[in-house]
């Protein structure tokens, strides 16, 4: 997949959701395309430039592709926010949220960091890198935790309902 081929399509993206709320066809295949490129999209220029609305419609997807795991969903977001990097979780610097805490684009960091499906990271994880980083609200991290901890506790209607608990179809 090369850069230009995702730059296009984003810029149809862009373009159908500045569109009256988007043209609803145009708006699904782009997104369509995002799921089944979802490294590369993530990977790409691009996505350092998507705008808040656009991003939170990707990561709000079920459906987002290629066996990403959650926590480089998490560092997907935290590449935006620096605008650098990569989501390589063998990468320890790449959880480093220095630069994040100091962007104009912490507010919007922390609202897309709320779409990461914290249940779905290993507790370790969780515990070692991402509450060091002090993105995430303590709250989420407990809801987490104990999500792990005791799974049948989280059977309720209600929190079947809930998107951070589901698998991404293609986690």
């Known amino acids: 997949m090369s850069e230009k081929q995702i730059e296009y399509v984003m810029q149809l993206m862009q373009d159908a959701s500045s569109a009256c709320g988007g043209i609803e066809s145009l708006m699904s295949a782009t997104l369509r395309f995002v799921e089944a490129n979802t490294t590369s999209v993530i990977m790409s220029q691009v996505f350092l430039q998507l705008d808040f609305d656009l991003l939170q419609l990707i990561f709000k997807r079920d459906s987002l592709n290629e066996g990403l795991c959650e926590v480089q969903i998490y560092l997907a977001v935290l ?9 390589d979780i063998n990468d320890i610097t790449q959880f480093d949220t220095t630069e994040v805490l100091k962007s104009e684009k912490l507010s919007d960091v922390r609202r897309l960091l709320k779409l990461v499906r914290l249940p779905l990271i290993p507790a370790e994880t969780l515990y070692k890198v ?3 980083g002090r993105l995430v609200e303590m709250e989420d991290l407990f809801i987490a935790t104990a999500f792990q901890s005791a799974p049948d506790c989280f059977k309720t209607p209600e929190h079947v ?4 608990f589901r698998q991404r179809n293609g986690s």
């Open 130 to 132: 991402i509450y060091p």
């Open 79 to 87: 590449r935006w926010g620096r605008g650098s990097g990569s989501i």
């Open 161 to 164: 309902q809930n998107y951070i």
